[in-house]
């Protein structure tokens, strides 16, 4: 059962990419009615049949033209053409909420729709989508980022009551420091966590993800319980001969890791110096082994860590 007074809405959605079939298909689960969708690849076409069965594929304008809520879900770079052309082409009409699922993005990006009186949202879900009905359930729980107007407030908060979600209210002017947020720990630890298995791969390591799961698990629960306290490792117990071994190793077996090793590296050290953990004579050493790994690098030289005697 929806949470808006008066019950569900005519859902239509443009852009069937891996959040907006998942959001329409757990709205229609909880008492809204998917009546629209546009999508062109072959990718939404399945996500279409799989999720939303019984549409058919339609043209952004018509999606848009049927419904009382339209979702916009698509990529942040097209979604201010994305919404010029629907407003102007009279696709979107007085009294509709227009949501956009970008995490950057705020209410400024949908201006054509408030203009032809549409109600604006900005409704980001905080999670990573595989566009699959995997997405329906790890949805309960998850937190949305939302900015809206005042009038727009209550509604905005139904609608992620129905997806079984929890609001975060987010400023207008703070979307994209939220986005960037999100981003960094979310999509740079993919990244850290595939060079990591490099790493153990090339180690000789049999079954690398194994092998981290149990240590990257407790490793995320005790930073988002503890923060900079919960830092083990060479680097805050300032083992300089230890990180100049892995600088030497990463150089000669993984050197496609070394930058972010060495990025990760020097903002480590300075929290852990920022939060009295490690002394600053130390933090000096690590400095130079740092600074020579890249300096190694850019050189050419076959040990990355050559020249830390200094």
């Known amino acids: 059962m929806s949470h808006l007074p008066g019950g569900g809405l005519r859902v239509g959605v443009v852009g069937a990419g891996r959040v907006g079939a998942v959001l329409a298909a757990r709205l229609h689960t909880s008492g809204h009615r998917v009546v629209a969708v546009a999508g062109e690849s072959d990718a939404s076409r399945a996500r279409i049949t799989d999720l939303l069965p019984g549409l058919e594929p339609q043209r952004p304008s018509a999606a848009a033209r049927a419904c009382d809520l339209l979702l916009l879900t698509v990529p942040d770079d097209m979604l201010p053409n994305v919404v010029r052309v629907l407003a102007d082409s009279g696709a979107l009409h007085p009294g509709q909420l227009v949501a956009h699922t970008s995490g950057r993005h705020g209410l400024a990006v949908l201006e054509p729709a408030r203009a032809v009186g549409a109600r604006p949202l900005a409704l980001h879900p905080a999670l990573t989508f595989t566009g699959t009905r995997l997405d329906l359930d790890r949805l309960t729980g998850c937190v949305v980022g939302l900015t809206s107007g005042p009038a727009e407030r209550e509604v905005a908060e139904a609608l992620v009551a129905d997806l079984g979600a929890r609001p975060t209210w987010v400023p207008e002017e703070m979307r994209t420091l939220y986005h960037a947020g999100l981003a960094h720990g979310a999509n740079h630890l993919v990244t850290l966590v595939t060079e990591a298995m490099e790493m153990l791969a090339a180690a000789g390591v049999d079954d690398p993800a194994g092998t981290l799961r149990p240590l990257l698990g407790a490793a ?43 990025a990760l590296a020097r903002a480590t050290v300075a929290r852990a110096v920022t939060d009295g953990r490690l002394v600053p004579l130390r933090a000096h050493a690590l400095g130079q082994v740092l600074d020579a790994a890249v300096a190694a690098d850019r050189s050419g030289v076959a040990d990355p860590a050559a020249g830390d005697a200094r």
């Open 220 to 262: 995320l629960d005790n930073a988002l319980a503890d923060g900079d306290a919960a830092l083990t490792g060479p680097i805050v117990r300032g083992d300089v001969g230890t990180v100049t071994a892995h600088l030497a190793d990463l150089g000669a077996s993984a050197p496609q890791a070394l930058g972010s090793y060495v």
